[in-house]
């Protein structure tokens, strides 16, 4: 079962998403909080595996919700929520930490695909929204590069490769075909390169392999 945090300042929002994810088996909705400090607060005590979190709130926005939630010890998936696909907030959320993020307009099978893949450890950003993504937060930088370098180097072969396919925006099952791996193994992988390159998130990996011109 997949538990999900909804945190909006909207109350027919939340309510919307509350009455579509209720019908399903697989995922629960224990909670909801009308802004970011309040989300925090209701994150901590019902450990949700996923949180759908607005940007633009009250009290305390999304962004900077996001940020203190990915700072703690076994934080939970985050999947930002937004008007507008080009919003500068959603691009630094995805920055720090966010797991991928929906427009409110998206159909509920598709919002519920993106739990259920954040949920496995999936990414929720097409390559090409990790291309657009990257751009914005990480313009080349020739005095990052070597130290891009340097963190790529620690990686063994096979992680380097599953850090390069990660850049790319490919998902573990996407990896795994094309490394010939089983999922299981690449999601091993990832956990080892999230580790050693000290990043909590695909897009995180995706600005050091940019970095260090292997993009």
């Known amino acids: 079962m997949i538990t999900v945090l909804v945190v909006d300042d909207d109350p027919l929002v939340r309510s919307a998403l509350g009455l ?36 633009r709130m009250p009290v305390l926005d999304g ?6 939630l990915r700072r703690r010890p076994d934080p939970p998936h985050v999947i930002v929520l937004t008007t507008f696909d080009a ?3 959603v691009l630094r959320a995805l920055a720090a930490g966010a797991d991928g993020f929906l427009l409110k307009d998206t159909p509920p099978p598709e919002i519920l695909e993106a739990i259920r893949k954040v949920a496995d450890g999936d990414p929720m950003l097409s390559p090409s929204v990790t291309r657009r993504l990257i751009q914005q937060v990480a313009p ?27 850049g790319r925006g490919l998902s573990n099952a996407e990896i795994a075909a094309e490394l010939y791996l089983s999922v299981p193994t690449v999601k091993a992988h990832v956990s080892r390169v999230f580790e050693k390159l ?10 050091v392999v940019h970095d260090a011109g292997q993009a």
Do not use: F, K
């Open 140 to 166: 080349p930088d020739s005095s990052r590069s070597g130290q891009a370098q340097e963190r790529l180097a620690c990686l063994t072969e096979r992680e380097h490769d599953v850090a390069l396919a990660v």
């Open 198 to 207: 000290e990043v909590t998130n695909r897009v995180q990996v995706a600005i």
């Open 20 to 55: 579509m994810l209720g019908g399903q088996a697989d995922v629960r909705v224990v909670g909801e909080a009308g802004d970011g400090r309040a989300g925090i607060a209701a994150a901590g005590e019902l450990r949700p595996d996923v949180v759908l979190m607005d940007i």
């Open 63 to 68: 962004l900077a919700a996001t940020i203190e």
């Open 87 to 89: 919003d500068d907030y």
